[in-house]
């Protein structure tokens, strides 16, 4: 099987449901930009960020292909994907990963600066892409609206990066970097 099909070439392209649309669609930008995040969580990953974060993200890495080919499916044909979509449960897993990672680490009293450990730092990365990904999603006009599920999976998914990139940080016995405000 060849790796092209030259369908693409006139800037559009195929959703699951047999719909054409441009490249530059919103819900193109939607589903691209929530594969920018799986591969930045593929770069944090091979930063060594220790096993107990890596199980972590590799099963968000795992949501995060399920989430895409939703967004990637014609509005309504959702269900002739055959895949369990993603729902409350796996909010809560998020959530539930959160407090395990905030309770091993200092409490936060100021604003930090993505830096740190190569882990940490791809970390933050990731966070700022899963941002903007969010935006994209709640950003797709009302005909083409993803399920809020959706949304509430990425902005807890932003949260979990931070944690675990402020935990990368602590197991390495490097300092968050505090921001502070400009002196005049």
């Not at 060594?48 to 292909?65: E, H, T």
């Not at 999603?137 to 599920?149: S, W």
């Amino acid at each position: 099987m060849k790796i092209y099909t030259k369908t693409g070439d006139d800037g559009d392209t195929g959703l699951f449901g047999g719909e054409r649309v441009s490249k530059a669609s919103a819900r193109v930008e939607a589903y691209g930009t929530v594969d920018e995040l799986n591969a930045a969580l593929g770069v944090a990953r091979a930063a060594s960020p220790g096993d107990a974060i890596d199980a972590v993200l590799a099963g968000a890495q795992r949501d995060l292909f399920t989430l895409g080919a939703e967004l990637a499916t014609v509005p309504g044909k959702e269900a002739t994907l055959g895949i369990a979509l993603l729902g409350a449960d796996d909010v809560a897993a998020l959530e539930h990963a959160i407090d395990a990672s905030e309770a091993l680490l200092p409490p936060l009293k100021t604003f930090v600066l993505p830096a740190g450990t190569p882990a940490a730092a791809a970390l933050h990365l990731a966070r700022t892409v899963c941002r903007r990904a969010e935006r994209a999603v709640v950003g797709l006009p009302d005909e083409a609206r993803a399920r809020a599920e959706l949304v509430v999976y990425l902005n807890r998914l932003s949260d979990l990066l931070f944690s675990l990139a402020r935990q990368a940080n602590h197991r390495a016995g490097v300092a968050d970097v505090a921001w502070s405000a400009r002196t005049r």
